[in-house]
């Protein structure tokens, strides 16, 4: 069974930094796509960043991209998301996702997605 688990999270004043990380236990991690996603309050679930399982690969949504960067580690297990610049509309529940075994290659959907973490608050303040 995938377990993932989240820290990092807190609170920052606005153009400040957090790194959030991700701790992943279960098969194969190093065969799997990973990526975060949020969800701020009164808001849809939207993808942030994908990276694919050899790390070669990644995926930003359109506003984070250049503030962001994800990465992962396949000797630790884990998977880490730099956010840097932070604004108040980065406000949310930040959720760490693992695809399904076998399946490396980024991705956007989180239907593609088979498991999720319990998510980390990240507050931005003005």
């Known amino acids: 069974q995938v377990q993932l688990v989240e820290s990092g999270g807190g609170s920052v004043q606005a153009g400040g930094s957090l790194r959030l990380s991700c701790a992943f236990s279960?098969?194969?991690?190093?065969?799997?796509?990973m990526g975060w996603f949020r969800q701020a309050p009164g808001k849809a679930r939207e993808f942030v960043a994908t990276?694919?399982?050899?790390?070669?690969?990644?995926g930003y949504e359109d506003s984070v991209r250049g503030r962001f960067t994800i990465s992962r580690d396949n000797a630790m297990n884990s998977v880490d998301l730099q956010m840097n610049s932070l604004k108040s509309e980065d406000t949310a529940i930040y959720y760490c996702v693992a695809g399904r075994l076998g399946r490396g290659q980024i991705e956007r959907n989180s239907d593609e997605y088979d498991y999720w973490g319990q998510g980390t608050q990240v507050t931005v303040s003005e």
């Open positions: 990276i694919s399982s050899s790390g070669s690969s990644t």
């Open positions: 279960g098969r194969s991690f190093i065969t799997r796509v």
